[in-house]
Nanobody, 123 residues
Framework: QVQLVESGGGLVQAGGSLRLSCAASGRTFSSAVMAWFRQAPGKEREFVAGINWSGAGQYYADSVKGRFTIARDNLKNTLYLQMNSLKPEDTAVYYC????????????????WGQGTQVTVSS
């Protein structure tokens, strides 16, 4: 398994930007499909974006398409989520996750999780 630690969350005004990072340790990072999920208060955790092992393929939830960009640096063992044009409805705890299956969007498809980082977007 891979161990994951998120950072970069914070408070930002609507329309602003943030970049989240997820530092990974373990030999399997460079071969794993990586993803970001988020969980708002009182809501279920939902898929945000995923990326294949090389970084050449990405897939997104419709709610963030065109605003968020997922990327990875396998030399640095780090996953990123660039979030632009943030909206109050993007407020949530953001989690990174690792799994074996390209295109997966279900939580059950990902076996390793970080502890989460809070993103708050004020209106």
């Amino acid at each position: 398994q891979v161990q994951l630690v998120e950072s970069g969350g914070g408070l930002v005004q609507a329309g602003g930007s943030l970049r989240l990072s997820c530092a990974a340790s373990g030999r399997t990072f460079s071969s794993a499909v990586m993803a970001w999920f988020r969980q708002a208060p009182g809501k279920e955790r939902e898929f945000v974006a995923g990326i294949n092992w090389s970084g050449a393929g990405q897939y997104y939830a419709d709610s963030v398409k065109g605003r968020f960009t997922i990327a990875r640096d396998n030399l640095k063992n780090t996953l990123y989520l660039q979030m632009n044009s943030l909206k109050p409805e993007d407020t949530a705890v953001y989690y990174c996750a690792a799994g074996p299956r390209w295109g997966a969007r279900a939580m059950t498809s990902f076996g390793s999780w970080g502890q989460g980082t809070q993103v708050t977007v004020s209106s």
